[in-house]
């Protein structure tokens, strides 16, 4: 299975929004609505941002919001700060009868 | 609260074999889903493996398939990784993860801080 395709970066202003894509195929992103995405900053572990689609876990705000149309998925990061500055991946299940997760190849969002 | 710590890192000949623990605590370890995902010294992330909370099923990628394998005990809430013919390319920070649920693919919503396997002669 491939890498899912994200662009390697994205910008804004504070107070801003930003949408950062993910794009699959039919056989992942497409197939499935298990689409994650992780936020990390230097030297730090992942943090989940959102999971299957567009659900947030408890804790993050919801300026974080998840959707996909077909095979692309996307991240909107509404209302930017200066601490949303950091490297995003995506990921997603993939497969048929051996399902693996895949992620993408990361985005870093500066906060302009 | 969750914590999960890493060990067992460190430098392996190619080749070689190293096998990585992570010993998790602040939830009910049996219930959920654990991983393994890798990142290689400036790239991004990798998935590696998954387990499913009873350990009943396991997940590889296609690049470690048939070299790691992971396992866990539930009765010491500690989750493994066994890394055999290490190849240069395995050379990363090794993440532990626990899964949101039980099924085994689930995302992974609390990580441990890393640990480094370095693959070199």
């Known amino acids: 299975q491939s890498a899912l395709t994200q662009p390697p970066s994205a910008s804004g202003s504070p107070g801003q929004s930003v949408t950062i894509s993910c794009t699959g195929a039919?056989?992942?992103?497409?197939?499935?609505?298990?689409v994650s995405w992780y936020q990390q900053h230097p030297g730090k572990a992942p943090k989940l941002m959102i999971y299957e689609v567009s659900k947030r876990p408890s804790g993050v705000p919801d300026r974080f919001s998840g959707s996909k149309s077909g095979n692309t998925a996307s991240l909107t990061v509404s209302g930017l700060q200066a601490e949303d500055e950091a490297d995003y991946y995506c990921?997603?299940?993939?497969?048929?009868?051996?399902?693996?997760?895949?992620f993408g190849g990361g985005t870093k969002l500066t906060v302009l | 609260e969750v914590q999960l710590l890493e060990s067992g890192g460190g430098l392996a000949q190619p080749g070689g074999s190293l096998r990585l623990s992570c010993a998790a605590s602040?939830?009910?370890?049996?219930?959920?889903?654990m991983s393994w995902v890798r990142q290689a010294p400036g790239k991004g992330l990798e998935w590696v493996s998954a387990v499913s909370g009873s350990g009943g099923n396991t997940y590889y990628a296609d690049s470690v398939k048939g070299r790691f394998t992971i396992s866990r005990d539930n009765s010491k809430n500690t989750l493994y990784l066994q890394m055999n013919s290490l190849r240069a390319e395995d050379t990363a920070v090794y993440y532990c993860a626990k899964g949101y649920g039980d099924y085994g693919l689930s995302p992974c919503d609390y990580w441990g801080q890393g640990s480094l396997v370095t693959v070199s002669s």
């Open positions: 039919s056989s992942d992103v497409g197939g499935y609505n298990y």
């Open positions: 990921s997603s299940y993939a497969g048929s009868n051996n399902f693996v997760v895949i």
């Open positions: 602040g939830f009910t370890f049996s219930g959920f889903a």
